[in-house]
């Protein structure tokens, strides 16, 4: 059992799968473990006019075996994919949990030196790509994803007092690009790409960095600039 679902899964795991439909496969398992493990996720999919269409929803909860461990978090999927022409992707993502620090002694490592920090995280990202398929010669694609996350900290000054914390992180691509085959060259690939890094914290502020690039290649010499 261990092997299969981790070494917390000794307390017994039951996990349940529901039958496949032949157009709307339905999937859920669930397991439970020592230290008040508690692990789930469902899971849906269909496809509709020939564009395949994902969901899942998964969940995971443990008390930890140290003072200030414990651990609650879930994440959520959906995307959709239409071939090589389009495809959307989106998951969000959020999580508490205690931060126990170091062991106070060696005798006790369960113990912790910090038994009132907190952190919770959220995040968000989102892609996506569209590829229409003007002829056999050209192909152009356009692809643009965000990433976004969040942690919030409570935390222990060295004074006794406490503060909280804030930090951001945000990863903006752009990229569009084409394929063009020709019979001098072979196949010619031209592209735009940009990039953004966002941060901010609580103590730094805020911080931007843009790239920018372009490419031009093709199957007998390599160029960028």
Known sequence: VSLMYGADAMGGVINIITKKGQDKPVSFSASAGSYGQVNAKLGAGAKISGAEIYTSYSYLKTDGYRANSDYKGQNFIVSLNTGDIASLNLNFSRSDRGNPGVPV??????????????????????????????????????????????????????????????????????????????????????????????????????????NGAFYFRTSRFAATA
Not at 137 to 144: D, G, N, S, W
Not at 173 to 178: F, M, N, P, R, V
């Open 105 to 210: 002694s060696d005798a006790d490592l369960s113990s912790t030196s910090t038994p009132f920090d907190r952190q919770s995280d959220q995040g968000t990202s989102i892609s996506l790509s569209f590829s229409p398929k003007i002829s056999d010669a050209f192909t152009p694609k356009l692809t643009v994803s965000d990433n976004l996350t969040e942690e919030k900290v409570h935390y222990a000054n060295w004074d006794g007092t406490f503060s909280d914390g804030r930090y951001v992180s945000r990863i903006t691509q752009a990229e569009l690009s084409t394929e063009i085959k020709n019979g001098r060259y072979g196949l010619v690939t031209a592209g735009l790409e940009f990039k953004r890094n966002y941060g901010e914290s609580t103590g730094a502020g805020i911080h931007t960095v843009d």
